[in-house]
């Protein structure tokens, strides 16, 4: 039975690292997946609350994260407030149109045709969607190096010092 829960939760850190270039995959809701099969399917999973706590407050930074940063970048390249949420909601679109290449060419072409919309200049609305590239690209390395702090956290937690 500890191999299964142990295999379980290898999966799972697993899967939450593929919902990265899958975006479908909640990453960090399936990180915790992994976390609360250790600590309800070992008699001795007893992870501090140092860790709970700090697993929160990263899983809450990561879920900020990606707004922000598609704000920023789309922003910082020239593009509208209405870009930022076109990029937004290109990234969910693009999710199940060409996956998973689509998570950045819908958000691109979201980005581009708004902006064209709004100003016909297609220098600035090009410049504006690179900015929701460099947004995704951005966003899902900083999300794939908290994610991997907290897989290490975990096993520093679970397996030295418990």
């Keep these: 039975m500890t191999l299964i829960l142990w295999l379980l939760i290898i999966a799972s850190f697993v899967l939450a690292f593929i919902g990265l270039i899958k975006p479908i995959i909640p990453s960090v809701l399936v990180l915790w997946v992994g976390f609360l099969i250790y600590q309800f399917g070992f008699h001795n999973g007893n992870l501090s609350w140092v860790f709970y706590v700090s697993m929160v407050l990263l899983t809450i930074f990561i879920l ?52 064209l919309i709004q100003e016909p200049n297609f220098k600035k609305a090009l410049r504006a969607s690179y900015g929701s590239i460099v ?6 390395l900083a999300q794939a190096l908290i994610m991997l702090l907290m897989v290490i956290w975990f096993f520093v937690d679970a397996l030295l010092i418990n």
């Design 135 to 140: 947004a995704f690209l951005a966003s899902s």
């Design 64 to 115: 900020l994260a990606d707004f922000i940063m598609n704000q920023y970048f789309v922003n910082k390249f020239g593009g509208s407030k209405l870009s930022e949420y076109a990029a937004f909601i290109g990234v969910i679109i693009g999710c199940f149109v060409f996956p998973p290449f689509g998570i950045l060419i819908i958000p691109f072409l979201a980005v581009l045709i708004v902006e």
